[in-house]
């Protein structure tokens, strides 16, 4: 699915401030992207307004190239995008794990076998055994099975776009990468397009192919995990923090050594240092 | 004897028809005053239910816990416990109750009786400590997660404890509020009150002095965050990660690099490859 956004503007109130500014973006069809920003830089209105919770009040959305609003009714978008909201557990509340999944399912009016088969498929999507979970209370499960049967719900509508809002945030480290790596299996091997909500930068580059950095509702920066770590400055200035290794290679630089400045991962930073460390060969350059 | 003394604690939750959940495993564990300690362990290992053994908001089912020499489950010593052991909690929301700043933290000694010139006293000393004191007067709604839990430090500053415990006090928020609330607790601990500070990132345990890491309600390991980085295999067994940085020298150093073990900061390891040069 592939998601264009032309012009956006929203604001909750006459009186306010505007919350989106004139946002133009696109999510490319099974692309796994990133949105980055602070707390209040706009992310979680942006993204309401790609899933028809919210209308935006100027400027459009288009799914597949049909307007949403007027090509594609709200609540079709709805159906085929799936939203995952923050600490999304707070949301479960039936009494058994497979009548929560299955509870979106049932109101698109399926039952039976067919029920059955979204709620076992959405399940093992999220590593979650279907014959020894399906019957348990979602609410004494551990935080990180909680956050995936809530994440199974959303999976049992079948969405073509899903888009997490901080999918990981109070989960330990652990839990984190396996929900991780789970998400990107989805984009991968079932070709779910995936739009990540994050403020850890380091989590958003490991995993998406494209980042989008939002601040006071505009997208400033965009591009691969390692270009937008080139605009350093840029990323200070509005309170984000570069990944601490992509850091590391910053602050070598600016003492005069010339290393590459878009690497974030162990592997990729010790092999830069060990080029100009190992032998002993690089020199320092003058500034 | 320690400010804060564990002895052989067991936890154990039950409610209604749900079969019981053992938290806490036969704990012993000494907080000396001015200690500054993290713990850390993943979901579930009992870290938030010790953190509400240390002020009486649950007493041990077995064993003891002494505050100050106060035993927690003698009913009469609970205010005077609270008093000196303050809580701080992942959610600020979940901690304002007031609908002005300044109103929020008179809200704890107003609750002691103090006067009120020594109120607006202490109100106005914990707005300093935390950088707040320009949003007195400010709806704790209106502000930044971070200003939030700021507030709620402060709140608990003006009761004046002696040690106050952090249970996951960033979790919930962006780098920017997440670098202010790490700053403002630098600063506490720079005063000498006793910091218990909770939480599953590792790179947060850095600067204190002594880590424990919990696993299944019971200690797996206690010791300095150097100790702790150099137990890998209890690390990764605990579920917990090491920060990149050490994994970074942990690397550089087996392809030769002679760097110290001691590097734990971005600053310390830039320093050190520059000196190798």
Known sequence: ?287 | MAFIALEDVHYTYTEGNEPPVQAIHGIDLAIEKGDRIAIVGPNGSGKSTLAKLFNALLTPVQGQVLVDGMDTADEEKIWEIRQRVGMVFQNPDNQLVATMVEEEVAFGPENLGLPPKLIRQRVQEALEMVGMEEYRNFPPHHLSGGQKQRVAIASIIAMRPQCIVFDEPTAMLDPLGRQEVLKTIEKLAGEGITIVYITHFMEEVVDTDRVIILKAGQVMLEGSPLDVFQARDIVEDADLELPDIPCLVDKLQKAGLPLSTGILTKEELVKALCALK
């Open chain 1, 1 to 287: 699915m592939r998601i264009e956004i032309k012009g956006v503007h929203f604001r909750y109130f006459q009186e306010e401030e505007e919350v989106l500014k004139g946002v133009n973006m696109t999510i490319r069809d099974g692309e796994f992207a990133a949105l980055v920003g602070h707390t209040g830089s706009g992310k979680s209105t942006l993204v309401q307004t790609i899933n028809g919770l919210l209308k935006p009040t100027q400027g459009k959305v288009f799914l597949d190239g049909q307007e949403i609003g007027k090509d594609i009714s709200f609540k079709e978008v709805r159906r085929r995008v799936g939203l995952v909201f923050q600490y999304p557990e707070h949301q479960l509340f039936e009494e058994t794990v497979f009548l929560d999944i299955a509870f979106g399912p049932k109101n698109l009016g399926l039952e039976g076998e067919e029920l059955k088969r979204r709620t076992r498929r959405a399940m093992e999507f999220v590593d979650l055994d279907y014959e020894s979970l399906k019957d348990r209370s979602p609410f004494g499960l551990s935080g990180g099975q909680k956050r995936r049967v809530a994440i199974a719900g959303v999976l049992a509508m079948e969405p073509e776009l899903l888009i997490l809002d901080e999918p990981i945030a109070g989960l330990d480290p652990q839990s984190r990468r396996r929900l991780l790596d789970q998400i990107g299996a989805l984009n991968s091997q079932h070709g779910i397009s995936v739009l990540l909500i994050s403020h850890r930068m380091e989590e958003a580059a490991v995993r998406a192919q494209r980042v989008m950095v939002m601040n006071k509702g505009e997208i400033v920066l965009q591009g691969t995990p390692g270009r937008i770590f080139e605009g350093r400055e840029k990323l200070l200035e509005i309170g984000l923090e570069l990944p601490p290794l992509t850091d590391v290679l910053w602050q070598l630089k600016e003492k005069g050594y010339p290393l590459r400045t878009d690497l974030f991962t162990v592997e990729e930073v010790a092999r830069e240092i060990l080029q100009c460390w190992g032998g002993f060969r690089c020199s320092k350059i003058s500034p």
